[in-house]
């Protein structure tokens, strides 16, 4: 007997009859012997729409209400299937964060997951009871329903899944795993059996939408092996348990990987700019001077290329914002211009960040010099690099975004030649 936490997403519960299918799921898990903790997101579209009401009552509307508002939409997912399960002869019952309970900080919207008691859960377990959790949601220190933000269902599963100790958390969405990159793109791409964590959160961050961040983050912080596979496949024609190896991407650590990749994959995220300070004085605190206020108002740098001139005088700087923070920044660059010192700001929107990532580059020379041969061949012109120990990524015009994939998708060997 195993103790499962499985999470279903909004497109998998988007109506009545997928909620069925999720409850099939749920079913085989338990007619297997397993212990069933289940964490589901809202129907499809259903946050959006509470969202949007929200913001037509008051553009200006507090933040807790906004919380009791959009945390109704898993409420209600809980509760049908619950009800659900209950009608197919398995005993279940729903839960909210509050009752658990899910306890977070005081971050209303985008609240962080404090503490998990899952002594009771685990007492009804005994009592061979499926506990149905609304995910996005806990209680903050102001007694308050508090909501987690962008992927909090995901974060919710895996949080529950470690306080729990579960074997391990299954995310059910409407792919069937990781993929060397998107098939969308190259549908030469393949699906992974196995990725160690550090990737999956390279690949998170870096564009792939599989898994948002934090849930990685939560997952490789408490060692919980996550398994990513399709709601969408016949319930009753795959294995069970923590030990069944149906379709889909187990997420693990790296010493569970035997043979491991050079490169693992390829990601991109588009909307990138690019803004430039030319002629700048070389002297210590410039970057302080340019990265602290834009820290300040909470604009996001990434990638960083300086070069200073040959008499070391002058400088110039280079570096990438999200697409939607460009004219914050420029403005704030702008008002502090005489204390900088810069004579020139330059800025490029609609870029693209592709990157190569992989925990074999580790042990491996010429990788990034590879993906640089391989893109100049095909004409593509590098505008910046950034570097870690199991990625790297280049920025591109957007126009060579499908080219650039496919290129350093086959320079690495990931195609599926099948």
């Not at 939409?73 to 009608?87: F, K, M, R, S």
């Not at 490789?220 to 030990?243: H, L």
């Not at 990524?393 to 998708?409: K, N």
């Amino acid at each position: 007997m195993a103790r499962l936490v499985l999470k279903f997403g909004g497109t998998s519960v988007a109506d009545i009859d997928r909620i069925r299918n999720v409850a099939r799921h749920v079913k085989r898990e338990v007619d297997a012997g397993h212990q069933v903790a289940v964490v589901v997101s809202a129907m499809a579209g259903k946050t959006n729409e509470l969202v949007a009401w929200t913001r037509e009552a008051s553009p200006m509307h507090d933040a807790r209400e906004y919380d009791a508002v959009v945390a109704s939409g898993e409420q209600v997912t809980a509760g049908l299937l619950a009800i659900t399960l209950q009608g197919m002869g398995v005993e279940a019952r729903s839960w909210l964060g509050w009752q658990i309970p899910i306890r977070t900080n005081n971050a209303h919207g985008s609240a962080r997951i404090e503490e998990i008691d899952g002594s009771e859960l685990i007492r009804r377990f005994d009592l061979d009871q499926v506990a149905v959790i609304a995910g996005f949601q806990g209680i903050g220190p102001d007694n308050r329903i508090a909501t987690l933000g962008r992927g909090g269902s995901d974060t919710t599963a895996v949080a529950l899944a470690a306080a729990i100790q579960a074997d391990r958390c299954d995310i059910y969405t409407d792919v069937d795993g990781v993929y060397t990159t998107d098939p969308r793109i190259e549908p030469k791409a393949r699906r992974l059996d196995r990725i160690a964590f550090e990737e999956m959160l390279e690949m998170a961050s870096l564009g792939a939408k599989v898994l948002q961040v934090r849930s990685v983050e939560m997952a490789m912080v408490n060692g919980v092996k996550t398994f990513v596979r399709s709601s969408f496949d016949d319930p009753d024609a795959i294995e069970s348990g923590p030990d069944a190896s149906p379709p889909g991407t187990l997420i693990c650590d790296e010493d569970d990987i035997v043979e491991k990749e050079v490169v693992t994959g390829i990601a991109y995220a588009r909307d990138e700019a690019q803004i430039s300070l030319r002629r700048l004085p070389d002297k210590p605190g410039i970057s302080a001077a340019i990265f602290g206020p834009l820290a300040d108002e909470n604009v996001n740098v990434d990638m960083i290329v300086q070069s200073v001139s040959e008499d070391g005088s002058r400088t110039d700087m280079t570096f990438t914002v999200p697409d939607g923070d460009v004219e914050r920044a420029l403005k704030v660059l702008k008002d502090r211009r005489d204390a900088i010192g810069f004579e020139v700001i330059q800025s490029d929107k609609g870029l693209v960040k592709v990157s190569v990532i992989g925990i074999g580059m580790r042990s491996h020379a010429g990788v990034a010099s590879t993906a640089f041969a391989a893109l100049a061949q095909r004409g593509i012109n590098i505008r910046a690099i950034t570097t870690s120990e199991i990625k790297f990524s280049v920025l591109i015009d957007s126009e060579y975004t499908e080219l650039a994939v496919r290129t350093l998708h086959a320079a690495y060997g990931l195609d599926n030649v099948a």
